[in-house]
């Protein structure tokens, strides 16, 4: 790996080597700018650092001190944070879905929320190149929306639990397909097809998940771009004219100071705002780019409510990937809906602790009920979806007075779901109980309270005064300091977000190389 | 253009015309003696159709075998073809023995029982593909009970029982269709079906190894000249179909080998050979190709056999 010095600027620190951050490194890298990229967490082998344990490998969660509150308080660490190298993606489910066109310009086409600055045609050309990347295994016709390209590799095989999806599916007269996955289903260079062990949101220990860390970032190192590890940025610094003159991390123990012509930030939706609060300065005292009072507002959840049921046969649904099969009917069904928004809903496969946690904490199970619940662990089905949430100006990320191991203030989390959040989880509730009756499950429960990926809070927008990067990801206020990540999303939709962020981020490449050729990044 | 003077041009036209009437009569000739297969000749043939048969049904022993055993024998009917399949083995190795020129009842019964199998395979794994939510769908042909694998036994029955008619009949026919023509269709279309077989599996795997557009090429390209080879005589023509077929039956061994590496490629490769040879590709399916290659060889000497009579 190439090491930049510290004291020479690179063209771009890129603050995070997710989705967002690891992509545009990546793409920034092959481009030939020069580039660091730092991560608070560390750069695993998964081949020799991960083990079969749920326990164990909560490693690759944020579960640093933070504060939550507001009528829904968000529970923060597995489903929404990473601090790895890869970011998330090193744990995530592997969905990997394309936005519905027309959410793009949710507010002039559907009548809610906001419209995005970018269109969805120039999108679905992102979308693709991101898909051949990551080797998707997906259907060969994908029921909604419009055409897309072939995904580079077949679906998988289902498991028991999406077959459950599919007969209740079909008994409702709705589409559903093999979920595209972003697992390899036949081999691919030197990693071997995925072996469903259905360990993949503890990180998969086999490299078949094409996960940002095996497959934009062994390519940035190529391309000579450094990923600095354990390195987490405090605060960016700026000069008099208000620019970005580089980043402040703490490594070894010691804060060191990296310059660089261009910061782009992708800490994702809490992480993000938290740094740019935190470099506060006496030309910015409300934070770095944030003349629209905007950063750190607008932050959207998904809803992740789920239906449970038990089944006479066997299903053993942790066999496998967790979502093998989807669909995404009320996502592109405007009919029958007393809500704005769409939700996606997937087939399960809890882990044993996880399922055990759910069934004392959400369920309220304990001693004999519990371990009876439990005894039927192999029968168990679920149907559990993505929903879409509005952003509300009131769901925000600030910073608390209270200082971490790093001794940086921490971000205080407050969130509340709006009546139409409420209306969309109802409706979402009452369909897969229908779509589990259909199927013969009984037993069945509704686990109301859970939320996953976490987005907004530094959205992209046409206008200074309501939005706080452009459609290039590029600040309104300080032209060399970018945000490429989940929380530029003005809004979520009812699709799991990394492959739109990894999208952006390939087209913020593209902008940024454009741009440079035109003379129009006087920084480089 | 080198131009060549008249004289010498007159005198090279003159002779090629002599060499083609030459062939003509050799070829139409009514003073051509009539040659009619001798019983020791058919019965080489037959034997040749029963090494085809042991292939193909050796092939599905071992396929069926490993598949079935993969699927637990949930339905009890799953072991019929293991059973089916080893009494044809022996009957083909009966038959490839077997020096009397002169079909086996016992043999011939086999053979009818195996195509029978075969033919009821193709309904269960058919009902198999339809059961499933989707049913026929890409998904379900992928995974569900692969549609094409029993019609290599029902074509180890076509192919035995084309044996046995060989060596009982002088006149060399089977149905009353020239033997050679008949046996080369059944095999054209097999090796049809078995390309459909590799075809859909290798697009399940994305063809992600360039090897594995060869059974999608060879194999096509063989029947297509054996089939065009039975339309149309000449010695080209049949020298290009025998040289298909055999690259084709080398291919069914060295798929042995590719698919040998492919299971090397699964998470632990042959260290972890229990569960890895279960997840495939499959060992013993392309050994088909190689029955079949060798079913369409001996139908070319019946066919070669016949234009020479």
Same mark, same amino acid.
């Given at each position: 790996?190439?090491?930049?010095?510290?004291?020479?600027?690179?063209?771009?620190?890129?603050?995070?080597?997710?989705?967002?951050?690891?992509?545009?490194?990546?793409?920034?890298?092959?481009?030939?700018?020069?580039?660091?990229?730092?991560? /608070?967490?560390?750069?695993?082998?998964?081949?020799?650092?991960?083990?079969?344990?749920?326990?164990?490998?909560?490693?690759?969660?944020?579960?640093?001190?933070?504060?939550?509150?507001?009528?829904?308080?968000?529970?923060?660490?597995?489903?929404?944070?990473?601090?790895?190298?890869?970011?998330?993606?090193?744990?995530?489910?592997?969905?990997?879905?394309?936005?519905?066109?027309?959410?793009?310009?949710?507010?002039?086409?559907?009548?809610?929320?906001?419209?995005?600055?970018?269109?969805?045609?120039?999108?679905?050309?992102?979308?693709?190149?991101?898909?051949?990347?990551?080797?998707?295994?997906?259907?060969?016709?994908?029921?909604?929306?419009?055409?897309?390209?072939?995904?580079?590799?077949?679906?998988?095989?289902?498991? /028991?639990?999406?077959?459950?999806?599919?007969?209740?599916?079909? /008994?409702?007269?709705?589409?559903?397909?093999?979920?595209?996955?972003?697992?390899?289903?036949?081999?691919?260079?030197?990693?071997?097809?995925?072996?469903?062990?259905?360990?993949?949101?503890?990180?998969?220990?086999?490299?078949?998940?094409?996960?940002?860390?095996?497959?934009?970032?062994?390519?940035?190192?190529?391309?000579?771009?450094?990923?600095?590890?354990?390195?987490?940025?405090?605060?960016?610094?700026?000069?008099?004219?208000?620019?970005?003159?580089?980043?402040?991390?703490?490594?070894?123990?010691?804060?060191?100071?990296?310059?660089?012509?261009?910061?782009?930030?992708?800490?994702?939706?809490?992480?993000?705002?938290?740094?740019?609060?935190?470099?506060?300065?006496?030309?910015?005292?409300?934070?770095?780019?944030?003349?629209?009072?905007?950063?750190?507002?607008?932050?959207?959840?998904?809803?992740?409510?789920?239906?449970?049921?038990?089944?006479?046969?066997?299903?053993?649904?942790?066999?496998?990937?967790?979502?093998?099969?989807?669909?995404?009917?009320?996502?592109?069904?405007?009919?029958?809906?007393?809500?704005?928004?769409?939700?996606?809903?997937?087939?399960?496969?809890?882990?044993?602790?996880?399922?055990?946690?759910?069934?004392?904490?959400?369920?309220?199970?304990?001693?004999?009920?519990?371990?009876?619940?439990?005894?039927?662990?192999?029968?168990?089905?679920?149907?559990?979806?993505?929903?879409?949430?509005?952003?509300?100006?009131?769901?925000?990320?600030?910073?608390?007075?209270?200082?971490?191991?790093?001794?940086?203030?921490?971000?205080?989390?407050?969130?509340?779901?709006?009546?139409?959040?409420?209306?969309?989880?109802?409706?979402?509730?009452?369909?897969?109980?229908?779509?589990?009756?259909?199927?013969?499950?009984?037993?069945?429960?509704?686990?109301?309270?859970?939320?996953?990926?976490?987005?907004?809070? /530094?959205?992209?927008?046409?206008?200074?005064?309501?939005?706080?990067?452009?459609?290039?990801?590029?600040?309104?206020?300080?032209?060399?300091?970018?945000?490429?990540?989940?929380?530029?999303?003005?809004?979520?939709?009812?699709?799991?977000?990394?492959?739109?962020?990894?999208?952006?981020?390939?087209?913020?490449?593209?902008?940024?190389?454009?741009?440079?050729?035109?003379?129009?990044?006087?920084?480089? | 253009?080198?131009?060549?003077?008249?004289?010498?041009?007159?005198?090279?036209?003159?002779?090629?015309?002599?060499?083609?009437?030459?062939?003509?009569?050799? &070829?139409?000739?009514?003073?051509?003696?009539?040659?009619?297969?001798?019983?020791?000749?058919?019965?080489?043939?037959?034997r040749k159709l029963n090494l085809s048969s042991a292939l193909l049904s050796l092939s599905v022993l071992a396929d069926?075998?490993?598949?079935?055993?993969?699927?637990?024998?949930?339905?009890?009917?799953?072991?019929?073809?293991?059973?089916?399949s080893?009494?044809t083995v022996?009957?083909s190795l009966?038959?490839i023995?077997?020096?009397?020129? &002169?079909?086996?009842?016992?043999?011939?019964?086999?053979?009818?029982?195996?195509?029978?199998?075969?033919?009821?395979?193709?309904?269960?794994?058919?009902?198999?593909?339809?059961?499933?939510?989707?049913?026929?769908?890409?998904?379900?042909?992928?995974?569900?009970?692969?549609?094409?694998?029993?019609m290599a036994l029902?074509l180890a029955?076509?192919l035995g029982?084309?044996?046995?008619?060989?060596?009982?009949?002088?006149?060399?026919?089977?149905?009353?269709?020239?033997?050679?023509?008949?046996l080369?269709?059944v095999t054209s279309?097999g090796l049809?079906g078995t390309v459909?077989e590799a075809?859909?599996?290798?697009?399940?795997?994305?063809?992600?190894?360039?090897?594995?557009?060869l059974p999608?090429?060879v194999p096509p390209a063989a029947a297509?000249?054996l089939?065009?080879?039975?339309?149309?005589?000449?010695?080209?023509?049949?020298?290009?179909?025998k040289l298909g077929l055999r690259l084709t039956a080398l291919l069914g061994f060295a798929g042995v080998g590719f698919h040998a590496?492919?299971?090397?490629?699964?998470?632990?490769?042959?260290?972890?050979?229990?569960?890895?040879?279960?997840?495939?590709?499959p060992l013993p399916a392309p050994p088909s190709f190689t029955g079949l290659a060798l079913a369409g060889l001996a139908a070319l000497?019946?066919?070669?056999?016949?234009?020479?009579?």
């Amino acid at each position: 790996m190439h090491e930049y010095p510290e004291g020479q600027p690179v063209d771009f620190a890129i603050i995070g080597t997710g989705a967002g951050g690891g992509t545009l490194a990546c793409k920034l890298a092959e481009y030939g700018f020069s580039v660091v990229a730092f991560d /608070a967490g560390p750069y695993w082998r998964p081949l020799e650092d991960f083990a079969s344990d749920e326990m164990h490998q909560s490693k690759l969660y944020w579960t640093d001190p933070r504060i939550v509150d507001g009528d829904n308080p968000i529970q923060l660490g597995a489903n929404n944070s990473g601090k790895s190298v890869g970011g998330s993606t090193v744990h995530f489910a592997m969905v990997s879905l394309r936005f519905r066109p027309e959410w793009f310009k949710s507010r002039s086409q559907l009548g809610y929320a906001v419209d995005w600055p970018l269109d969805w045609r120039e999108m679905w050309n992102y979308y693709t190149e991101v898909e051949q990347v990551l080797n998707i295994s997906g259907p060969l016709r994908y029921p909604w929306g419009p055409k897309r390209p072939r995904y580079p590799y077949r679906p998988h095989e289902l498991n /028991a639990a999406a077959l459950v999806l599919a007969e209740g599916a079909e /008994a409702l007269g709705i589409d559903w397909t093999p979920t595209p996955l972003a697992t390899l289903s036949a081999p691919h260079g030197l990693a071997h097809p995925c072996v469903y062990r259905g360990m993949c949101v503890i990180g998969c220990s086999t490299n078949a998940k094409q996960s940002v860390l095996l497959t934009w970032l062994p390519r940035a190192l190529t391309a000579g771009a450094e990923i600095r590890d354990l390195a987490m940025v405090g605060s960016i610094e700026h000069d008099h004219a208000g620019l970005a003159t580089g980043v402040h991390y703490l490594r070894d123990g010691r804060w060191r100071f990296q310059r660089a012509r261009n910061v782009v930030v992708a800490g994702y939706a809490i992480e993000t705002p938290r740094l740019l609060l935190n470099s506060a300065s006496a030309k910015f005292p409300d934070g770095l780019a944030n003349s629209s009072g905007l950063v750190g507002k607008n932050l959207m959840v998904q809803s992740n409510q789920a239906v449970w049921g038990v089944m006479d046969r066997e299903i053993r649904s942790y066999k496998g990937p967790p979502s093998l099969a989807i669909t995404e009917h009320w996502n592109y069904t405007d009919e029958g809906k007393d809500f704005h928004g769409g939700y996606s809903y997937m087939s399960q496969g809890p882990l044993p602790i996880v399922w055990g946690t759910t069934q004392a904490s959400k369920r309220g199970l304990w001693g004999q009920a519990l371990l009876d619940a439990m005894e039927n662990y192999n029968h168990q089905v679920g149907l559990k979806i993505v929903g879409e949430t509005l952003p509300r100006e009131r769901n925000r990320v600030t910073l608390s007075d209270e200082r971490d191991q790093y001794g940086l203030r921490i971000p205080r989390v407050t969130y509340s779901f709006c009546d139409n959040d409420k209306r969309l989880i109802a409706h979402s509730l009452k369909f897969m109980r229908q779509a589990l009756e259909v199927v013969d499950a009984h037993d069945i429960w509704d686990e109301d309270d859970d939320t996953c990926h976490l987005n907004g809070t /530094a959205r992209m927008g046409d206008d200074p005064a309501s939005s706080v990067v452009n459609a290039d990801c590029r600040c309104w206020d300080i032209p060399n300091l970018w945000i490429c990540d989940g929380s530029v999303f003005p809004t979520v939709g009812g699709v799991n977000p990394s492959l739109t962020i990894q999208a952006i981020a390939c087209r913020t490449a593209d902008r940024i190389r454009a741009m440079a050729r035109r003379g129009e990044l006087p920084s480089l | 253009m080198r131009r060549v003077p008249a004289a010498e041009a007159r005198r090279r036209a003159l002779a090629s015309l002599q060499v083609t009437a030459r062939s003509l009569n050799e &070829k139409y000739s009514l003073n051509a003696p009539a040659r009619t297969p001798d019983p020791e000749w058919r019965n080489a043939v037959g034997r040749k159709l029963n090494l085809s048969s042991a292939l193909l049904s050796l092939s599905v022993l071992a396929d069926s075998g490993l598949e079935h055993y993969r699927g637990s024998f949930q339905n009890r009917l799953m072991y019929l073809p293991l059973a089916v399949s080893a009494a044809t083995v022996a009957a083909s190795l009966f038959g490839i023995a077997d020096a009397r020129a &002169k079909s086996h009842a016992v043999r011939d019964g086999l053979y009818v029982l195996a195509g029978l199998t075969g033919a009821t395979g193709l309904g269960f794994h058919g009902y198999n593909v339809m059961k499933r939510p989707g049913g026929l769908s890409w998904l379900n042909l992928f995974y569900a009970a692969p549609v094409g694998a029993p019609m290599a036994l029902l074509l180890a029955g076509v192919l035995g029982r084309g044996a046995e008619r060989i060596r009982d009949d002088e006149a060399c026919t089977i149905l009353g269709y020239p033997a050679g023509k008949a046996l080369g269709l059944v095999t054209s279309a097999g090796l049809a079906g078995t390309v459909a077989e590799a075809g859909l599996l290798h697009f399940r795997g994305a063809f992600q190894n360039p090897g594995m557009f060869l059974p999608v090429v060879v194999p096509p390209a063989a029947a297509g000249l054996l089939t065009t080879a039975q339309f149309r005589p000449g010695n080209i023509m049949r020298r290009a179909a025998k040289l298909g077929l055999r690259l084709t039956a080398l291919l069914g061994f060295a798929g042995v080998g590719f698919h040998a590496y492919g299971i090397s490629r699964n998470m632990g490769g042959w260290r972890n050979w229990s569960q890895n040879i279960l997840n495939g590709p499959p060992l013993p399916a392309p050994p088909s190709f190689t029955g079949l290659a060798l079913a369409g060889l001996a139908a070319l000497s019946l066919i070669e056999r016949g234009s020479h009579d």
